[in-house]
């Protein structure tokens, strides 16, 4: 009984070459089998999709800032008005469509009467947004 192949000398010596044959079988049948199979995963549905027209997307309000400083002095988009003006202003906004949002901003020493006098004067006017725009603070620093 020998082992290790067909050799000329007789010293039984263990085989060094790699049998690829069964290796290639294995491909060639995987192979076979993702030929027959690929036409399954791209599989898709026939759908006749009914088609309707909708209404455009709404337009972005736009917005409007007013500014009041430690004075109490009154500032719309960062040009400087007085009351009726600001009143006036606020009037032509409230007509816009869609209204604009109106942005306050006020330095933080800023008497508290001026902001809510701004305030009614918006709600008077017909405007309903009001937002507060602040600093955020800072955070603690990292080392």
Request: net charge negative; glycine share 4%.
């Amino acid at each position: 009984m020998s082992f290790g192949g067909f050799n000329d000398n007789q010293h039984p010596a263990p085989m060094a070459d790699i049998n690829v044959t069964p290796m290639v079988d294995v491909m060639l049948v995987l192979l076979v089998i993702f030929i027959i199979s690929a036409p399954l995963f791209t599989h898709a549905l026939k759908l006749d999709l009914p088609t309707a027209a909708s209404a455009p997307a709404p337009e972005k309000p736009t917005t409007v800032s007013v500014a009041i400083d430690a004075a109490g002095k009154l500032y719309w988009q960062d040009q400087p008005v007085d009351k009726t003006t600001l009143n006036l202003r606020l009037a032509e906004a409230a007509s816009r469509q869609p209204q604009p949002e109106v942005q306050l901003r006020a330095d933080k020493s800023t008497r508290y009467e001026i902001i809510a006098d701004v305030m009614s004067a918006a709600q008077t006017n017909g405007l309903g947004k009001i937002g507060f725009v602040t600093d955020p603070k800072p955070g603690p620093e990292k080392k």
